[in-house]
């Protein structure tokens, strides 16, 4: 295995660890404190590890390259995308099983391979519109809306997933010389301004019970943005599609936690219909990995 292969699936495991740990701070948190102040809070303290990078690489001397009206505009749209996504799935964590809330949220790959088609002009074709459709299978079999065991707030993380999937697709207008921790640099910022004009404007911000809060405040903070930062750095390091398949180590992680934390083991929730899920992921990934290298053949053919 390549060096930077190896070490892209290492940043890309502990990104998805950090994500999950954040998870259980956040349902922890969230009996305590309204879902929109930690998400403000969350976005305030996630600017740390993004400026701890830029400087790290003497990079503040790219953001100048961010302020043109256009970056001004996919950045609101993307911070905007993030706050609602934050919401939802927050909110998804206090309400249903920590694993389930996990699971529903990787249907991200689903909602980017449809978003890439009216917003990047991307083709899909028969293979992949047949994986969309094998993931809004999966969706509605953990979701049950039909039966006694559906609940509403089961919704949620398949919204956040979609606005998730908005923001990542957002990515791809700026220009590629632009370094991931300024583009995120930005975006964290703004997205804390949003979300706490939003929360004032809906929802009564509760005072810090004490230091031991304002500590689990300021770590769940850190991991949020570690875990964005861990993955954009893996996406640099390798090839996305092949590091890609390793985000759905994020399901076992998700499950054992919720496991050791909450004493939740959700299985019959969960199967089949993550496998579903994770199947339909695994073909849109297989399938733009075939055509990076369609394309990279094109090209080689075309200089020679």
């Given at each position: 295995m390549p060096r930077n292969v190896g070490l892209a699936i290492g940043v890309i495991l502990f990104?998805?660890?950090?994500?999950?740990m954040m998870g259980i701070l956040v349902r922890i948190l969230g009996d305590t404190y309204p879902i929109l102040q930690i998400s403000a809070l969350r976005n305030l303290f996630g600017v740390?590890?993004?400026?701890?990078?830029?400087?790290?690489?003497?990079?503040?001397?790219?953001?100048?390259?961010?302020?043109?009206?256009r970056y001004y505009l996919i950045n609101l749209v993307r911070a905007g995308s993030v706050v609602v996504a934050q919401?939802?799935?927050?909110?998804?964590?206090?309400?249903?099983?920590?694993?389930?809330?996990?699971a529903l949220g990787f249907s991200g790959p689903i909602f980017i391979a449809a978003l890439s088609v009216p917003l990047l002009g991307h083709r899909v074709g028969i293979w992949r519109w047949g994986a969309i459709g094998i993931g809004?299978?999966?969706v509605l079999t953990i979701m049950k809306p039909f039966t006694e065991g559906f609940s509403p707030y089961m919704?949620?993380?398949?919204?956040?997933?979609?606005?998730y999937g908005l923001s990542s697709i957002l990515v791809r207008f700026y220009p590629a010389d632009v370094p991931s921790a300024a583009i995120q640099f930005g975006q964290q910022i703004t997205t804390c301004i949003l979300a706490t004009i939003i929360m004032l404007a809906f929802a009564e911000p509760v005072a810090i019970a004490g230091v031991g809060?304002?500590?689990?405040?300021?770590i769940l903070g850190a991991l949020g943005g570690i875990g964005v930062l861990c993955l954009a750095i893996s996406y640099r390091l390798a090839d996305p599609s092949t590091i890609s398949p390793f985000e759905y180590f994020g399901i076992p992680i998700s499950f054992a936690l919720g496991w050791v934390f909450f004493a939740e083991a959700p299985f019959e929730d969960l199967f089949p219909g993550i496998l579903f899920i994770v199947g339909a992921g695994m073909i849109i990934m297989a399938r733009e990995r075939r055509l990076a290298r369609l394309g990279a053949a094109e090209k080689e053919t075309a200089d020679v």
């Amino acid at each position: 295995m390549p060096r930077n292969v190896g070490l892209a699936i290492g940043v890309i495991l502990f990104g998805i660890l950090a994500f999950d740990m954040m998870g259980i701070l956040v349902r922890i948190l969230g009996d305590t404190y309204p879902i929109l102040q930690i998400s403000a809070l969350r976005n305030l303290f996630g600017v740390l590890p993004a400026a701890l990078l830029l400087w790290h690489g003497s990079q503040f001397g790219e953001l100048p390259k961010l302020h043109r009206t256009r970056y001004y505009l996919i950045n609101l749209v993307r911070a905007g995308s993030v706050v609602v996504a934050q919401a939802c799935f927050y909110t998804a964590l206090t309400k249903i099983e920590f694993a389930t809330a996990g699971a529903l949220g990787f249907s991200g790959p689903i909602f980017i391979a449809a978003l890439s088609v009216p917003l990047l002009g991307h083709r899909v074709g028969i293979w992949r519109w047949g994986a969309i459709g094998i993931g809004f299978v999966g969706v509605l079999t953990i979701m049950k809306p039909f039966t006694e065991g559906f609940s509403p707030y089961m919704a949620l993380p398949v919204i956040a997933a979609f606005c998730y999937g908005l923001s990542s697709i957002l990515v791809r207008f700026y220009p590629a010389d632009v370094p991931s921790a300024a583009i995120q640099f930005g975006q964290q910022i703004t997205t804390c301004i949003l979300a706490t004009i939003i929360m004032l404007a809906f929802a009564e911000p509760v005072a810090i019970a004490g230091v031991g809060d304002g500590l689990l405040i300021v770590i769940l903070g850190a991991l949020g943005g570690i875990g964005v930062l861990c993955l954009a750095i893996s996406y640099r390091l390798a090839d996305p599609s092949t590091i890609s398949p390793f985000e759905y180590f994020g399901i076992p992680i998700s499950f054992a936690l919720g496991w050791v934390f909450f004493a939740e083991a959700p299985f019959e929730d969960l199967f089949p219909g993550i496998l579903f899920i994770v199947g339909a992921g695994m073909i849109i990934m297989a399938r733009e990995r075939r055509l990076a290298r369609l394309g990279a053949a094109e090209k080689e053919t075309a200089d020679v």
